[in-house]
């Protein structure tokens, strides 16, 4: 008899747990007591929803023991993908157990962890990187600000600045003081225009899904921390400009009206990215003034009109990004501006700009290892435009990046161009 009952309860453990088991795989469940239950107000509280856990199921299981009575008094509905309406019977313990399995509850959903480490905004979760592994947390919003999480703008900053090594004598490298001194400038000015943008840009910024979450938008930083850190950057960049001759101080500084001027030129033209051409290319003067004391109109400005094409290039594919939200915000851009002929016109200054290299080495009378940088840096391009998926919002960021590596090819072609004369 006692053999019996040993075996009938083995069974009936087995079953019961079974029927765990089953209910654990379950993607999502919830519990819905019936009219005819009556539960106390403390095992109401079991109902909350609580993320499975090793201890979690474990209760679960221990709960199993603690009723064993058969009831069918209560109704458990399966919310998995495949079985959203499968209506299955339970037993009072099933909700002690199924309370515990739900990671969501409707009405009262539960954050993603990604979302709460980076303080997502409206539903916007921003990756983790080395400035929020390494920098205090004072100091994240202001190297946020200055975009020294995305080094790829002082990149494209610092490589018309190179024109340093096009002015080097023939069969010399480039002054690598000069290299520190425009590198350094550039990651400041760099930052210095990406916090101006963001002041004048804040009330479009909240609308837009990529930049939400930027400093100032989200109110991580006040608009006047964000002018005290503005006037911070223009004095360190002052700094650097003074140890420039007179004639590039004044070049220099005449650049700062491109600079406070190109983040409103998106409310009234649809050719901010020409503006942004004009802006981020002025070093490619300045560098040159900064090792000859003036200017060689045939040499630099074909390389400065080439920059502006070339940004014209990169940076139209950037904005189709955001051309679903600049129509509902109402700013402007070449992407919403060349639409379905997007790649055609961008062929065309992609042409441009190499012809206008081409040319200013002619001027500059660099060697042939020039030439062949440029026809590397001419399938970059090509590359870019041709395989570029404009409906692809990561498409466009991976190309607009690569960018550093045609301002790289160039660069190199340069110096070897002149180097071995």
């Known amino acids: 008899m006692g053999l019996a009952n040993t075996s009938s309860l083995s069974k009936m453990s087995f079953f ?38 090793t201890t979690t199921t474990r209760h679960c299981i221990n709960t199993l ?17 495949d079985f959203h309406h ?13 309370a515990g399995m739900s990671s969501v509850v409707e009405g009262n959903p539960k954050k993603d962890d990604k979302e709460e480490k980076s303080g997502g905004v409206g539903g916007v979760k921003e990756a ?11 100091a994240r919003g202001y190297a946020k600000l200055a975009r020294l999480d995305k080094p790829i703008g002082t990149w494209l900053l610092a490589w018309p600045c190179m024109s340093i090594a096009l002015a080097a004598d023939h069969g010399s490298l480039p002054s690598f003081k000069m290299m520190g001194l425009f590198g350094c400038g550039a990651l400041l000015l760099r930052g210095a225009g990406c916090t101006i943008n963001d002041l004048l840009d804040r009330d479009i910024d909240t609308k837009v899904d990529r930049t939400r979450l930027r400093p100032i938008a989200s109110g991580l930083l006040t608009p006047f921390q964000g002018l005290q850190f503005l006037g911070l950057q223009l004095l360190l960049g002052l700094g650097i400009l003074l140890q420039l001759n007179n004639y590039s101080r004044v070049l220099g500084a005449s650049s700062l009206l491109l600079v406070f001027s190109y983040p409103l030129m998106k409310r009234f033209t649809f050719w901010p990215q020409a503006f ?22 045939a040499v630099v400005l074909p ?11 990169y940076d139209t594919i950037y904005a189709h990004q955001d ?6 915000v109402g700013v402007k851009s070449t992407a919403l501006r060349f639409g379905d002929n997007t790649k055609l016109w961008l062929t065309g200054f992609g042409t441009a700009s190499m012809g206008l290299l081409t040319l200013s080495g002619l001027s500059a009378d660099l060697g042939w290892q020039y030439y062949a940088s440029l026809v590397a840096a001419s399938g970059h391009l090509g590359w870019q435009i041709g395989t570029a998926d404009l409906s692809s919002r990561t498409d466009c960021s991976k190309k607009f990046v690569s960018n550093k590596w045609f301002g790289a090819i160039i660069f190199s072609g340069v110096v070897l161009g002149r180097t071995f004369q």
């Open 65 to 81: 023991f603690k009723y064993p009575l058969w009831s069918r008094d209560h109704e458990v509905w399966s919310k998995g993908t």
């Open 86 to 98: 499968e209506k299955l019977l339970g037993v009072g313990w099933n909700y002690r157990l199924v």
């Open 323 to 328: 051309k679903e939200d600049d129509v509902k």
């Open 303 to 313: 390389l400065y009109l080439s920059g502006v094409c070339w940004t014209l290039v």
């Open 128 to 138: 983790s990187n080395w400035v929020d592994l390494y920098l205090p947390e004072g």
């Open 16 to 53: 019961r747990l079974s029927r765990v088991s089953r209910r654990l795989l379950k993607p999502s469940v919830s519990a819905t007591p019936s009219s005819s239950s009556v539960f106390h107000s403390q095992q109401q509280n079991i109902y909350l929803s609580q993320p499975i856990t």
């Open 276 to 297: 942004l051409g004009l802006t981020i290319n002025w070093g490619a003067l300045l560098g040159w003034a900064a090792v000859k004391g003036s200017l060689e109109p």
